[in-house]
């Protein structure tokens, strides 16, 4: 495989966790997608992000496991597809396209509502300006980027703590609402947050969480991806889940009245605590947030459709393309334009129903990779040297059972949605890739990645369990 196109490993665990912790963008999760969460779940939007965060650990056992076991910039994929077959690796690629190639545009319109204490914008041709910058700024060294990513990212966990202080600062209502949720009704009156609302809000609080996983598609630009994947998995968990969840806890304390917290206007919430200054502040510091978290999931998007060309999922001059590596920087550079100028485009179509989708995606997807975690152990993978989780199998099948519980609980156009892409996909499985299967669609992982063999499962498990995390 001499002649495989190759990305060059740069970035150890600081520089990786920075990345990921950009991905993750605890900041945008906190100012532009929690807001939708208060509105259903009121007070009971801590709660719900605090045990999507407990499934979340479990996912990130999964990812640890298998990102150290097979770690390629395809993520998912090509954990999935190398342990489960390579229609079912297909599968998850497209769930992560949904993912990965919608959710930026989203987060991305968020960005002129936070510049307006300076300049009015039109949102969407201000979310258009921000994809295309990612995407240059994509085109760059990825060292650089994470130190880029890393000083904005500073700045968001500040602004994270800013709003945590004043929110406690200003408490109005006792912890207890907490554990026994209400949402506002309208007329001053409130009403319970059922457990089946919390369920239902799950998927969108896995979404809210969900970029720590970004660490398994760098996982060919680490250096020792077997010991540093697994540790950038579970720190980045840690630190974003952290950030997200304290202020959630302060806002939902602080918040003047429930229809306040039902708005979700945290920018006039920060306003009210403190001064017009500070919440400038709060708004150009989350403004920043949305751009570093652009900047990082164009990054990861490329390496997506860089990983899914090499393995050749499309037609050969599409393959040759998106598979190329600039020799300057050393990045894919037709991918990082193919999922950036899209993004763009994106912007100017209405995504109301996105965000549920994406949700619905992520659980699926998280599915998938806790089945690859059951059968991980299996056939010959099972005595590789790699990172293996605790309480394993019980992890990952209570796992899958809470997913698909999770799942059920969804909206029908959410599901019918999500259903439809993947149906497209697996006729084209079926109808181009399936008859070309000794040249189409051959996962490829970098050998010098790969976790060595051991002498034996436990072994291989005991070694690993004793490496720090």
């Not at 698909?404 to 156009?413: D, K, P």
């Amino acid at each position: 495989m001499t002649d495989t196109p190759q990305l060059t490993r740069s970035i150890g665990v600081v520089g990786g966790t920075l990345l990921t912790l950009s991905c993750l963008t605890p900041a945008s999760s906190l100012f532009v997608i929690v807001p939708d969460s208060f509105a259903g779940l009121g007070t009971g939007t801590a709660l719900t992000i605090a045990v999507a965060g407990l499934l979340c650990v479990g996912v990130a056992f999964a990812y640890s496991e298998l990102g150290t076991l097979i770690p390629s910039s395809g993520g998912e994929y090509a954990m999935v597809g190398t342990l489960m077959g390579r229609l079912a690796g297909w599968l998850v690629f497209v769930l992560s396209l949904i993912v990965v190639m919608i959710v930026p545009p989203i987060i991305a319109l968020g960005t002129a509502d936070y510049l307006a204490p300076l300049v009015p914008l039109d949102p969407q041709y201000t979310a258009a300006g921000v994809m295309l910058l990612a995407t240059v700024m994509g085109l760059l060294d990825l060292r650089a980027n994470a130190w880029i990513t890393g000083v904005f990212l500073v700045l968001e966990i500040v602004a994270c703590a800013v709003v945590a202080f004043l929110g406690f600062s200003h408490t109005r209502r006792s912890a207890s609402v907490l554990v026994q949720p209400v949402v506002d009704a309208g007329n001053g009156q409130s009403t319970a947050v059922t457990a089946g609302l919390i369920v239902t809000g799950l998927a969108t609080a896995l979404f809210i969480l969900q970029g720590f996983s970004t660490a398994v598609y760098l996982a060919e630009e680490m250096e020792n991806p077997r010991r540093n994947v697994s540790r950038t998995v579970l720190w980045t968990l840690a630190i974003g889940a952290a950030v997200v969840l304290v202020p959630v806890v302060a806002i939902t304390l602080g918040a003047p009245d429930l229809k306040t917290l039902g708005a979700g206007d945290v920018a006039g919430m920060v306003r009210g605590w403190s001064n017009s200054g500070t919440g400038v502040f709060v708004s150009l510091c989350i403004a920043l947030a949305i751009i570093n978290a652009a900047i990082v999931m164009v990054i990861q998007n490329s390496r997506v459709v860089f990983a899914s060309a090499r393995d050749a999922a499309w037609p050969a001059a599409v393959n040759r393309v998106f598979s190329h590596v600039g020799g300057r920087f050393g990045s894919p550079w037709a991918a990082t334009l193919a999922v950036g100028v899209p993004g763009a485009a994106l912007c100017f179509v209405h995504l109301d129903t996105l965000s549920e989708v994406t949700g619905v995606a992520v659980a699926a997807m998280y599915a998938f990779v806790a089945v690859g975690a059951l059968v991980a152990r299996r056939g010959a993978l099972r005595h590789r040297m790699a990172w293996r989780m605790p309480l394993w199998p019980a992890v990952p099948v209570l796992l899958i059972a809470v997913l698909v519980w999770v799942l059920g609980r969804q909206s029908t156009r959410s599901l019918v949605i999500t259903g439809a892409v993947v149906a497209v996909a697996a006729l084209y499985w079926a109808c181009y890739l399936r008859p070309r299967q000794d040249t189409h669609w051959v996962i490829a992982v970098p050998e010098d990645g790969q976790a060595p063999a051991g002498t034996s499962a436990g072994q291989s498990a005991e070694a690993s369990a004793s490496a720090p995390v």
